[in-house]
């Protein structure tokens, strides 16, 4: 299985069989991800092997005031389904990609399966370290240094309590860049990207300029005209007023203008169609 989902509103009410009165609608998706694998174990009796789930990274640490609970909903569940499930978060531009780009990656797999029985084989003082720094799936794919530290987070195996109590009051979510949940153990660990393979930066894959439609230039007067591209562009305090009547000061950091064609681009997100002015927006200067 491969997915992708939102990223909020995970809570239970009460337990997994009351997970409809899920807080918010985004929650709804994940819980989806959950009955899909559940039916195929209880109702097929052929578990789903393997599983690529991808997200943004501040899964790790939602929502504000129960910090890394959403997250350990998620493990809990694939725990208590029989799956193991290493976690990264990869910025693309660490591996030689042109956008800095982070997300995290959730690589799930069975426990009937040859590489979860391997690695359940190992002492397990020795697992979460070794598969988080040594020989994981992960890993394999997005090499780290491995001389990183290495926690051990404490779950309970019922996800209504989790989803109640995990982490509650705390001021930092327990969950790392990367780590595991494996036979009810998290482990987890700050890693640093180790990669020295061929890299892209933004002005690699500029194209041609005669294969770029007019409509996507930007005059003079549309980047310096009164709010154009410029002003957007720009740091700004700008006094409002609140549908309730509440003051308050609305304050952006002034982003780069235009967009380094040196160095991995920003990352794209999916309303950046049209000319409209934009902090979010690319712009780049061509020759």
Same mark, same amino acid.
């Given at each position: ?13 009460? $337990? ?26 209880? *109702? !097929? ?6 599983? /690529?789930?991808?997200?943004?990274? !501040?899964?790790? &640490?939602?929502?504000?005031?129960? =910090?890394? =609970? ?5 493990? @809990? ?10 976690? =990264? ?12 780009? !982070? =997300? /995290?990656? /959730?690589?799930?797999?069975?426990? #009937? ?7 359940? *084989? !190992? ?20 090499? $780290?240094?491995?001389?990183?530290? &290495? ?12 989803? +109640? ?25 700050? &890693?640093?990207?180790?990669? @020295? ?7 690699? /894959? ?29 740091? +700004? ?11 308050? #000061?609305? +304050?952006?950091?002034?982003? *780069? *203008?235009?967009?380094?064609? #040196? ?16 902090i979010i927006k690319h712009i780049i200067t061509?020759?």
């Open positions: 299985m491969v997915g992708g989902f939102q990223c909020k509103d995970y809570s239970v009410a009460t $337990t997994l069989k009351n997970s409809g009165e899920l807080d918010g609608e985004k929650g709804v998706l994940w819980w989806s991800i959950y009955d899909l694998l559940d039916y195929f174990i209880k *109702e !097929r009796k052929k578990p789903t092997k393997y599983l /690529i789930l991808e997200n943004v990274d !501040r899964l790790l &640490v939602s929502p504000a005031k129960q =910090r890394g =609970r959403d997250f350990a909903v998620m493990l @809990s569940c694939l725990d208590n389904l029989g799956y193991a499930a290493e976690w =990264r978060v990869i910025n693309a531009a660490d591996y030689g990609e042109p956008q800095r780009r !982070r =997300r /995290i990656f /959730i690589v799930g797999y069975h426990k #009937t399966t040859h590489i979860y029985k391997r690695f359940m *084989e !190992r002492p397990l003082q020795e697992r979460g370290r070794s598969i988080i720094l040594k020989d994981g799936v992960l890993q394999n794919a997005f090499p $780290t240094a491995n001389d990183s530290e &290495v926690t051990n987070i404490k779950i309970d195996n019922d996800t209504a309590i989790v989803s +109640k109590s995990f982490n509650h009051g705390k001021k930092l979510s327990p969950f790392l860049n990367a780590g595991i949940i494996m036979n009810g153990r998290i482990f987890t660990s700050k &890693v640093q990207p180790s990669y @020295s393979g061929p890299s892209q930066v933004l002005g690699d /894959i500029i194209d041609d300029n005669g294969n770029i439609g007019e409509e996507y230039f930007i005059s003079e007067k549309e980047l310096y005209n009164k709010k154009g591209w410029a002003w957007h562009k720009n740091a +700004k305090a700008i006094d409002k007023v609140s549908k309730s009547g509440h003051n308050y #000061t609305f +304050k952006e950091g002034k982003m *780069e *203008e235009p967009d380094a064609l #040196t160095k991995p681009l920003r990352t794209i997100i999916t309303s950046e169609g049209g000319k409209t002015p934009s061509i020759k």
